[in-house]
């Protein structure tokens, strides 16, 4: 499914770039790379980020990590994604930016082609839940962690909570036949926090924390904002549809969303779980 999606992917890349480092600070924070700096002594910081698709938080932490700033870190972020052109594009930015201490490897994460016990800290932005085997995904993270190394995963809280999803949902649903289910995309599969810590211990992390993030953006009533994700996720789909079928979608998530706009602006919440342990 991704295969057919990386176009899409690529093609918002950029622009989600800016808005993906406003929250992503709640996923690093989990990983307390200070703290693992300093159980690291001299040796550098070694990072995986998971599904990397858009880029961050791949190319943040591999900033944080030049040691070029006061904190000291320093390091290398290995990015991964299971579609080998998800994997070009994001190697070929990371060369535009300059940014050195960055590799790219194409990586299922249900199979991970790294040893036992090699990395300082495991991210994974919005990408775990969408694994045939979230729960195989999550056990072979714990594997190739370093004894109290720390993971952290970005996941979406339920679908009541996410109005824009619920819109794109029934509106895609209404007007294509298409929805989450009928795509095969289970965005909410973690969105219970107790079952998702469950999964997470059962996996082998220790001390396990999860923690609920509700910001909203602020955003000119007149920009379709919802374009990015509904393209990411229904890419192939809207390729199909008739420049009047898209039309209509707009304006049918523009009446959906009309609710959350406010002084001209929409100001729709979004809402997501981190979910961090350590590997004992």
Known sequence: MWHHLSSDWLNWADQLAPAAQKINRHLIEALDLPALARAADERGLTVLDLASGVREPAFGIARMLAGEDESG????????????????????????EGIGNLSVVAADMEKLPFGAGTMDAISCRFGVMFCHDPDAALVEANRVLRTGGRAAFMLWAPLVDNPLFAAMDGVLGNMLGTGFADAGLDLFGFADPASA????????????????????????????????????????????????????????????????????????????????????
């Not at 972020?77 to 994001?90: E, F, R």
């Open 73 to 96: 870190l320093h390091g290398h972020v290995i990015a991964s994604d299971i579609v080998p052109g998800m994997c070009a594009g994001l190697a070929e930015r990371a060369g535009v």
């Open 197 to 280: 810590t469950a999964r997470m211990v059962r996996a082998g992390s220790g001390d396990v924390t999860i923690t609920t993030h509700n910001p909203a953006g602020r955003i000119p009533e007149r920009a379709a904002f919802w374009k990015p994700q509904m393209e990411m996720l229904f890419g192939p789909q809207l390729r199909k549809a008739s420049d009047a079928e898209r039309g209509a979608i707009d304006a049918a998530m523009f009446e959906a969303l009309r609710p959350y706009v406010t002084d001209g602006h929409f100001q729709v919440p979004i809402c997501f779980h981190v979910l961090a342990g350590v590997k004992g």
